[in-house]
């Protein structure tokens, strides 16, 4: 297993025109992935928004879209903190280190495959890395349910 990427895969049961639609509608996104946005993605741009999971409501939510290729791929960087604790002051992730995130679509039988694939830990400092992969890692097994529900209910 490498310490540098995460990857999950999931079939999903609904087609690629509708998971597409549940990972890059702003809104859609952050009904499953639990943040309120403020606008549209956009390649290029930065995404910023109000996480509302509960016990991390105190956090911003902000990430770089990379890419849209329509139906094929999804992906943005975003910023790594070493601590979620609530503080009196906004998170600044000013020098942050940041990790890739794509979603990969690909269509099956059945429906949808969706690879997921986070790398980019080793630019972590090492004295936190390994808590910043696996919060990540039990994040991604909980949002990959969370999209499979999602597009299972919402069809």
Known sequence: MSSDKI??????????????????????????????????????????????????????WEARIEKMEPERLFSFTWPHVQSFEKTDAPTDYTGAPRTLVEFRLKPIADGTLLTLTESGFDSIPADWRPEAFRRNDGGWTEQMRNIESHVTQNP
């Open 7 to 60: 990857e999950k895969r999931i079939e999903l049961k609904a087609p690629v025109s509708r998971v597409w639609r549940a990972l890059t509608d702003y809104r859609e996104f952050g009904d499953w992935f639990k943040v309120k946005l403020d606008s549209p993605f956009s390649a290029g741009q930065i995404s910023r928004g109000q996480i509302t999971y509960p016990g991390y409501e105190h956090l911003t």
